[in-house]
């Protein structure tokens, strides 16, 4: 039974900072990819960051380069999604997802295997 928890969503004032944490658990080996997803009422979910665990290499939508940080403890099977200068507009519900397989290009597309449940975040 495949686990992947979130933690960390809460709200914040614009310009602040705020580490999301998602450990995974269940999974047979180690997934390909794991990504940060966001996504309001009515919107579609969007592709935040990403990052393949065995070689840490990164991705980012432009919306958020050079204020999210996406990292990884292996050790924990935990992916962080470190947000600095956090605007009205980071406003969403935030969610972890993985996969063993992704299509180098399309890892911030929500079609990832594993999804969890989601943590708020509110920039106001």
């Known amino acids: 039974h495949v686990q992947l928890v979130e933690s960390g969503g809460r709200s914040v004032e614009p310009g602040g900072t705020l580490t999301l944490s998602c450990t995974a658990s269940?999974?047979?080996?180690?997934?390909?990819?794991m990504a940060w997803f966001r996504q309001t009422p009515g919107k579609e979910r969007e592709g935040v960051a990403g990052?393949?665990?065995?070689?840490?290499?990164?991705i980012y939508a432009d919306s958020v380069k050079g204020r999210f940080t996406i990292s990884q403890d292996v050790a924990k099977s935990t992916v962080y999604l470190q947000m600095n200068s956090l605007k009205p507009e980071d406003t969403a519900m935030y969610y972890c997802a993985a996969d063993s397989a992704v299509v180098p290009g399309e890892e911030l597309l929500p079609d990832l295997n594993y999804w969890g449940q989601g943590t708020q975040v509110t920039v106001s």
């Open positions: 269940g999974l047979t080996g180690r997934p390909l990819c």
């Open positions: 990052i393949y665990t065995s070689s840490s290499a990164t």
